[in-house]
Nanobody, 130 residues
Framework: DVQLQASGGGLVQTGESLKLSCAVS????????IGWFRQAPGKEREGLSC????????YYADSVKGRFAISSDYAKKMIYLTINNVKPEDTAVYYC???????????????????????WGTGTQVTVSS
């Protein structure tokens, strides 16, 4: 079975940095796309950063551009999200996801809130205190 396990969340103060991790298992790493999403209470799921091998480019939502960075380690089967200068509005449950097939670029996966992603990880809560 394909499994994604997110970790690294917690309570942080405004301005601090945080690195979320997503451990992937159950398939040969290197699918079509990887992405990070978040969902705050009462809000729809938001795509933050999505990379697609269709065009080898990474999309970042305007709300996080310049502060968030997605990365991966194929050998370790890990996906990461580095968050710098956290803000109270970053408080949410964060999810990682992968797409094994598909012909979409990163902006599609992120702008649709994850349509086309095949597998989702367990969420990790990030709470930012002001």
């Amino acid at each position: 079975d394909v499994q994604l396990q997110a970790s690294g969340g917690g309570l942080v103060q405004t301005g601090e940095s945080l690195k979320l991790s997503c451990a992937v298992s159950g398939f040969a790493f290197g699918g079509r796309a990887i992405g990070w999403f978040r969902q705050a209470p009462g809000k729809e799921r938001e795509g933050l950063s999505c990379f697609s091998s269709v065009n080898d480019r990474t999309y970042y939502a305007d709300s996080v551009k310049g502060r968030f960075a997605i990365s991966s380690d194929y050998a370790k089967k890990m996906i990461y999200l580095t968050i710098n200068n956290v803000k109270p509005e970053d408080t949410a449950v964060y999810y990682c996801a992968v797409a094994l097939v598909g012909n979409y670029d990163g902006s599609y996966y992120c702008k649709t809130g994850g349509d086309g992603m095949d597998y989702w990880g367990t969420g990790t809560q990030v709470t930012v205190s002001s």
